[in-house]
């Protein structure tokens, strides 16, 4: 009897190991099977994403080569047109080169030269292609650009060419080999990785500097603000006064100084930054940035939350007190000239006139709060940089030449006279008219000096962005 | 024996733990951006107001009691695959205006505003939100403008969708971050930075003292600290 209990109770037993045992082998069987169809997944999603990044590759260097070969062209043209067509694929491949090159997982260290090299070369060839248009040739120092330009296109497609040479003898760019390493390879180059280009951000690293007509020249970096230059350098304890002055001392409860512009960093507008608290507030609510030299107020924003009420100003209400907002700081007969509503604010352009003449360059932003009228943001970078005393040029074309340079079928309502910016920052002297066309408002600047169309804008109008008459 | 019982037992629950874990973060990692609905579990004055309005039309037999349970999942079944709707039994927008409920008006205000914002704003108010929500105003606006300025240097790509997903250029980014709808704070902060307000004083990088672990971004000057980031140009 005994011995067939224990019989029964090892059986049992057994059963119930083999139990034990199955339940781990099915649960060992459907881990692993799920790890086997996510590490398949995982291999999928890899491939779609190198297949990616070799697209934008190949691409790149086709684009570059195209480059290459046309810059190699333009010195055969001889009229005009003929550069004006080149230029505009240059103009377009280049940008185009760009963009793929950016969209490759290198770091940014090893690839911004290559990347402001094409930035540079399609904003130039724009410029180039503008100026033929115009029927100008190019002059002496266009082309010697141009064959610099050309010298280092031939060194980046050369360096693309040999990566794509060492893949063609077999080997594999691996894609997320490069997106590790970046940062190594930027630091020492003893790593050979296929597909680096470490080596064309070594040969573009003393890249001269390129002036020309357009937004990316490097003239625009290096512009130096036209208010601050030659002014005075005030102390931190001034620049607390200037900040009481321009909020008003009696809403004041306490100034912070949070911090200054380091003196190593170069083309930036050196400025102490505070921050303030209001007497109903108890944490700050306002920064404020006054430049070292001169001690103006660059910018002022205020983010405290307001409770919206029902009471709410209409947009001519608030210009009103922008206006006196801006007379009361000294800036004097400044003109509103666009609005933009978002929720229970509004911000507006300003710009000043003088003598008749709109100075758009001279931008002052305001920012007014809906709820009650107080002035919540100031924003004057543009008026900083740009405001001076212009030598306007001679005006040689009448408001009735101008008007026949545009279309019949632009109805004008309003003509200005106005200086404004181009993309290059360069600044033009134009007729500002303002209509309709097909029942879009739209803006045409026409040269007062060459009746050239300098600039077209449509104005995208609606219930929260608004533009003055 | 019995220690073999033991190791047995802790493998098994390992392992169960390992199959939950992987189907968990399957489940868990795509943030999906929330949708008005209301369904099992749902309370609250709209539940009311569907149970009211399906009670008047015969639909539901409970209690206007504001609580969504399983007469009210069967009411709204029935209500839609009597009215041609998906009968899923989850009260969304559809079913919602069919039965005429308004829904709730913050909500409306907040989805309406979002897509007035326009794409510029949304993208930037994304990465803001994604990179530094836990960052005072000011640096969030700073993060924005330092978006715009890569737009405007030539070292970058020259679209605003461009720098945000360069590769390795944000972590936001790269961790899928950018992806959850960004809060009113950021918003503003990206119409601040888009209207020209740029507290870092042009500033093309920032980085995190504390984490960054790259050695070449110590090599940028630094323009400006606010908050947890320092603001650089090269």
């Known amino acids: 009897m005994k011995e067939k209990n224990n019989k029964l109770y090892e059986w049992k037993k057994r059963l119930s190991s083999v139990h034990m045992y199955s339940i781990i082998i099915i649960i060992f069987a459907l881990t692993l099977g799920f790890g086997i169809y996510q590490y398949k997944q995982k291999l999928n999603y890899r491939q779609y994403l190198q297949n990616r990044f070799q697209q934008a590759f190949y691409e790149t260097i086709a684009y570059v080569d195209n480059v290459d070969k046309l810059l190699a062209k333009t010195k055969l043209t001889n009229s005009p047109e003929q550069s004006a067509s080149i230029f505009a694929q240059i103009w377009k491949e280049a940008s185009s080169a760009q963009e793929n090159l950016g969209e490759l997982p290198y770091h940014h260290s090893s690839v911004s030269s290559a990347l402001k090299f094409l930035s540079q070369l399609s904003d130039f060839s724009f410029s180039m292609t503008n100026k033929a248009i115009d029927g100008f040739k190019l002059d002496e120092e266009d082309w010697e650009k141009v064959s610099r330009l050309q010298m280092y296109a031939q060194t980046l497609s050369n360096e693309l060419n040999n990566i794509s040479s060492e893949i063609n003898d077999g080997n594999r760019i691996d894609w997320e080999e490069i997106e590790k390493a970046g940062e190594k390879l930027a630091m020492d180059d003893s790593t050979k990785i296929i597909g680096s280009i470490s080596e064309v951000s070594k040969q573009f690293q003393d890249m001269p500097t390129l002036i020309y007509d357009g937004p990316f020249s490097d003239h625009i970096e290096r512009m130096e603000p036209r208010m601050t230059r030659d002014k005075e350098t005030i102390t931190k304890e001034e620049g607390e006064k200037i900040v009481e002055n321009f909020i008003g001392k009696d809403k004041i409860s306490s100034i912070k100084q949070t911090g200054e512009t380091d003196t190593k960093a170069e083309y930036v507008i050196p400025v102490y930054s505070y921050e303030v608290t209001l007497k109903d507030q108890e944490d700050p609510t306002i920064a404020i940035d006054v430049t070292k030299q001169g001690g103006y107020v660059l910018w002022m924003l205020n983010y405290t939350e307001k409770e919206s009420s029902d009471k709410k100003l209409s947009l001519e209400e608030a210009r009103k007190k922008a206006e006196e907002f801006l007379e009361e700081k000294e800036y004097p007969n400044m003109q509103p000239s666009y609005y933009e509503k978002v929720d229970n604010t509004v911000v507006i352009n300003f710009a000043p006139k003088e003598n008749n003449v709109i100075m758009y360059p001279d931008l002052i932003k305001v920012k007014v709060s809906m709820d009650d009228g107080e002035i919540i943001g100031f924003e004057s970078l543009g008026y900083i940089m740009m405001h001076h005393d212009r030598d306007l040029p001679e005006i040689k074309i009448s408001e009735e030449e101008a008007r026949s340079k545009i279309t019949t079928d632009f109805e004008i309502k309003k003509v200005n006279m106005a200086v404004i910016p181009l993309e290059s920052k360069r600044e033009v002297f134009c007729y500002e008219f303002k209509g309709e066309y097909e029942n879009n408002p739209f803006i045409v600047y026409i040269n007062v000096e060459s009746g050239k169309e300098e600039k077209i804008l449509q104005v995208i109008q609606n219930e929260n962005s608004v533009l003055t008459q | ?234």
Not at chain 2, 57 to 79: H, L, M, P, R
Not at chain 2, 125 to 138: F, Q, S
Not at chain 2, 143 to 152: C, D, E, M, S, Y
Not at chain 2, 221 to 226: F, L
Request: glycine residues 12%.
């Open chain 2, 1 to 234: 024996m019995k220690l073999k019982k033991i190791t047995l037992g802790i493998l098994t629950v390992i392992m169960i733990g390992n199959l939950c874990f992987a189907i968990w973060i399957n489940k868990v990692t795509p943030k999906n951006i929330e949708t008005i609905s209301y369904t099992w579990g749902s309370e609250g004055d709209v539940v009311k107001e569907i149970q009211e309005k399906l009670k008047k039309w015969g639909y539901y037999k409970g209690n206007v009691d504001g609580k969504y349970g399983y007469k009210t999942w069967q009411a709204v079944k029935d209500f839609q695959s009597k009215n041609g709707l998906k009968a899923d039994g989850i009260a969304g927008e559809q079913t919602l205006s069919k039965i005429g409920i308004q829904i709730p008006q913050d909500s409306i205000n907040k989805k309406s505003n979002t897509s007035s914002y326009s794409k510029d704003v949304y993208l930037i108010a994304a990465a803001i939100h994604g990179e530094g929500r836990g960052e005072p105003y000011i640096g969030q606006v700073a993060i924005g403008a330092v978006i715009l300025n890569r737009v405007r240097h030539p070292s970058f790509p020259n679209s605003i969708a461009g720098v945000i997903y360069q590769p390795g250029a944000f972590d936001a980014v790269s961790d899928g971050q950018i992806n959850l709808q960004p809060g009113d704070s950021a918003l503003k902060a990206a119409r601040d930075a888009l209207n020209g307000w740029d507290p870092t004083g042009g500033a093309i990088y920032y980085w995190n003292p504390a984490t960054a672990k790259s050695k070449w971004i110590w090599s940028v000057p630094i323009t400006k600290t606010i908050g947890k980031h320092v603001f650089g140009k090269k």
